[in-house]
């Protein structure tokens, strides 16, 4: 058994509060730590991505209890793929934040920071239902404080809403968790996968309940319509580099849909059928389209971002409702081009703010290097967008060719292509508002063109554009890597096999305690 | 028993939606309290309820009470507690710094709030 699976939660959480109690009046102490703590993160990501991608399923009993009745983590492709992803984000997020001094606003920006990151990477690799809870809690409470940094009575009014939304969404997430635990006596993962599928289908009120509830909770998550509505104020008030990690966390929601309903609740179970294709897809393809019509009503830049990632995380949602290897692949390719292409626009709207009065989308005078930010916001913009060459256009391609045999194909295509063509006159709209239509202002003389951002700072969007970029160049291997991810999601019983049948210490009764 | 419990749950629920659909802070983070109260019970009942039943192995003794349940609402309490706590500070500076306590955005005041936040953050 090896231990690296636990190190991406243990790693932050050691750091988080080495920093708040040795660290803590040292700024640049702070940034060299958690700038650390991220890069051995990633390596430790990437080996245990290596370790799963000849689709080994690496497990770790807690404390070496078997499950059920232990609390299991589980590394397998997609799992570890997602880590690695959270990763390699929070490393150009965090080095935006330090280029741009977001992280010196307020106190504990870097320890806040790294437990963000713990409570994703566990709610990533855990493989019990109340440890994702748990999980989700770790990461909640971390972007509360994340979300309010640097204060301001906007962002405090924003966070006012961001909080009370998640509490209720964990209140029903506990709410699942009990009635899922009445019907079936467990919340392990791969536990309740054998035991629901047992359950016949005349008693199913229960589980039908636990199901619906779980999809809301996790659809909170994921911004879907109509839950999304926490998700445009709180993004657009959250500091720059919050809102760019705050892409992954949509992203967690969606992570949990595709595992928790390819395991527990598969497609072909008769007491959740129709919960995909009668009701997510139906509200995937609203997100999507309400998401593309904020971004062309949007008056701010941020808002503008934060409606193009609810209708990103449409289209990810219609590729996981489509249900199918192909649909799922899709999704995945998809959740990473996403991530990366929010997270930048995200950081280029702060380097717009830096030498404007505020984001709102009017002319006003040009902003210190405005050629290279509006060269970054178009290469963006074009990725959200989905066009050619970048990898938004393969992943919207993915998604079409997957929805070709669903029943509601001409629906998901229309949409799925006028929507590409409204958010390009949205993001055009703004983007020649925002850096041509400023030549047209007259500039203050002694004003001059303000603070130019800090090297680093474009350097971190620069590299997310790169990364975009290798997703692309990369985009057989990955898809090729997503599609043998979607295929070991489908045939969960080597996952299920190996959680429920590694003896721990309680299989071995006549050498323990009790 | 079991019709006690339930209407208990079922109050304690309706009262908190009641209250969560409150436009003020206040009553909101009161309705969430109840919510969580709710769900703190009805996590306890998803173990079946029992009387006088131990939840620990002991000899001589056939009817148990489920022990995870009783794990799990302890879980549930400190995180809601801690939470309710974190969105009372932050519901409380939000209504020191702007002296209005209205969870929604009220478009009038809008453009009054966004200059306040470019002043605090350029």
């Known amino acids: 058994m090896t231990h690296w699976i636990v190190a991406p939660i243990i790693l932050p959480a050691l750091v988080a509060p080495f920093i708040v109690l040795a660290a803590r009046y040292h700024i640049g102490i702070q940034r060299v730590l958690s700038v650390a703590g991220v890069v051995a993160l990633i390596a430790v990501a990437a080996s245990l991505a290596w370790q799963a991608a000849d689709s080994t399923t690496t497990l770790y009993q807690m404390g070496d209890w078997a499950a059920p009745f232990g609390i299991v983590l589980v590394a397998d492709r997609l799992s570890t793929m997602m880590v690695l992803l959270t990763s390699v984000l929070a490393l150009f997020v965090l080095l935006y934040a330090i280029g741009s001094g977001w992280d010196d606003r307020g106190r504990h920006f870097h320890a806040l920071f790294q437990f963000q990151l713990m409570g994703i990477m566990g709610a990533f690799l855990t493989g019990d239902l109340f440890n994702l809870f748990v999980f989700f809690e770790v990461l909640l409470i971390a972007s509360y404080g994340l979300m309010i940094h640097a204060g301001g009575n906007a962002r405090l009014k924003a966070g006012v809403q961001y909080v009370l939304f998640n509490l209720i969404g964990s209140t029903l997430f506990l709410f699942a968790l009990g009635s899922l635990y009445a019907e079936t006596g467990t919340l392990n993962m791969a536990d309740l996968a054998q035991r629901v599928a047992l359950i ?130 899709a999704a995945l390719y998809y959740i990473v081009h996403s991530t990366l292409a929010g997270a930048a626009l995200f950081l280029i709207s702060d380097l717009v703010r830096t030498g404007r009065a505020n984001l709102d989308l009017t002319p006003q005078p040009v902003i210190a290097g405005n050629a290279l930010t509006a060269g970054l916001y178009f290469a963006a913009a074009i990725a959200m967008a989905g066009l050619p060459p970048f990898s938004g256009f393969l992943g919207k391609l993915l998604v079409l060719d997957a929805a070709y045999d669903s029943a509601l194909m001409i629906w998901i295509w229309a949409i799925v292509l006028s929507s590409g063509l409204i958010s390009i006159l949205g993001f055009a709209r703004a ?19 303000g603070v130019r951002p800090a090297a680093l700072s474009y350097a971190a969007v620069g590299g997310l554009i790169t990364l975009l970029a290798a997703h692309t160049i990369f985009a057989g291997q990955v898809h090729g890597y997503t599609t043998k991810m979607a295929a070991q999601l489908f045939s969960p019983e080597p996952y299920i096999s190996q959680v429920l049948e590694t003896p721990g210490k309680l299989s071995k009764p006549q050498e323990g305690d009790h | ?99 209005d306590d209205h969870v929604d955005d009220l478009p009038g005041e809008r453009s009054q709030t966004d200059e306040s936040a470019s002043e605090g953050t350029s």
């Open chain 1, 200 to 329: 016949g289908p005349e008693e199913t009120v229960g589980i039908r309940v636990a199901a619906v509830l779980l999809l809301l909770v996790f659809a909170i998550k994921a911004a879907l319509v109509p839950l999304h509505f926490w998700l445009p104020s709180s993004y657009s008030e959250a500091p720059a580099p919050v809102a760019a990690l705050f892409a992954i966390m949509t992203k967690v929601g969606a992570y949990a849909i595709i595992r928790v309903y390819t395991m527990v609740f598969p497609p072909e179970l008769e007491s959740t059928a129709g919960l995909f294709d009668v009701w997510l897809l139906p509200a995937a393809l609203v997100s999507l389209a309400l998401g593309i019509m904020g971004v062309l009503a949007a008056k701010k830049l941020d808002r503008l971002v934060a409606f193009s990632v609810i209708g990103s995380m449409g289209m990810v949602m219609i590729s996981i409702s489509l249900f199918t290897p192909e649909g799922i692949a």
């Open chain 1, 431 to 449: 983007g020649s508002i925002l850096f041509w239509k400023a030549h047209s202002v007259e500039t203050d003389e002694d004003r001059g063109l």
């Open chain 2, 1 to 99: 028993m079991e019709l006690l419990v339930a209407s208990a749950i079922g109050v304690l629920t309706a009262g908190g939606i009641y209250l969560t659909l409150r436009l003020r802070t206040f009553p909101v983070i009161l309705g969430i309290s109840l919510l969580t109260y709710a769900v703190n019970v009805f996590l306890f009942t998803s173990g079946r309820l029992t009387i006088g039943a131990p939840p620990i192995l002991q000899d001589g003794i056939d009817a148990y009470a489920d022990p995870l349940p009783q794990a799990l609402v302890l879980t549930a309490i400190v995180i809601s507690f801690g939470m309710t706590a974190v969105v009372v500070m932050i519901g409380l500076g939000a209504f020191l710094g702007s002296d």
